[in-house]
């Protein structure tokens, strides 16, 4: 897949570790960024939109958009089906520089396949196993069980973290933004540096 000089920037992390929030704040950080909306067929949350976190569709359609390969990746997480669309990557190809993907490590592994140039990983972790249960007991407050069985894929996902190109511990929030957002700045510049130079060697 060609995308120009654009960055593929992918970021995964067990559930409750917060990657959703760390992904919207980076969004508003880094210029030129927007979020490869994925398709999913679990349910809306109360502040989800559709369109805007997810495209939320039924399984048919989802088996459908698979079966005329509208998908770069797939993976069933949770007993739900998500999806990468191949067209989220290719739209706003003039304007965007980088596409942020908030997947999960089979997503992140399958596209690392596809895609060699100009794509890194990002991988999150809870600063412990305690504060991540206690995150996930939080958030599912009124679902014990659900928060137990989190916890458990959680410890699951934990184990692939040595995939990813950069690690990262959300212990404080902002601090764990800015960490990510400084790097991926360094990667944009060198990016703009390493096209720079492309021209210039075409031109000798
Ligand atoms: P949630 O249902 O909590 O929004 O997401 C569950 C998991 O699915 C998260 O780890 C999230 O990053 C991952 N996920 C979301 N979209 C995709 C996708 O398109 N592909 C893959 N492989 N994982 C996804």
């Known amino acids: 897949m060609v995308l120009n000089n654009k960055l593929i920037i992918i970021i995964s992390s067990p559930s409750g570790v917060g990657k959703t929030t760390i992904t919207k704040k980076l969004l508003k950080k880094i210029k030129e960024s927007y979020l490869s909306v994925s398709c999913t067929t679990r349910n809306p949350r109360n502040n989800e939109t559709n369109k805007v976190d997810y495209f939320f569709i039924s399984k048919r359609k989802f088996l459908k958009f698979k079966k005329e390969k509208k998908f770069l990746e797939t993976a069933k997480v949770h007993n739900n089906y998500y999806g990468t669309l191949k067209s989220e990557l290719k739209k706003n190809n003039k304007k965007n520089k980088v596409i942020l993907l908030d997947i999960d490590w089979q997503g992140a592994r399958n596209i690392r396949k596809k895609i060699k140039k100009n794509c890194y990983s990002f991988f999150l972790l809870p600063p ?77």
């Open 128 to 204: 412990s196993i305690l504060i991540l249960k206690k995150r996930l007991l939080k958030r599912h407050y009124d679902n014990k069980s659900l928060a137990i069985s989190r916890l458990a894929s959680a410890r699951k996902d934990l184990k692939y973290w040595d995939e990813y190109d950069y690690i990262y511990i959300n212990d404080k929030l902002n601090k764990c933004v800015n960490e990510i957002s400084n790097k991926i700045n360094d990667l944009i510049t060198e990016n703009n540096k390493r096209s720079n130079i492309k021209k210039i060697v075409k031109k000798l």
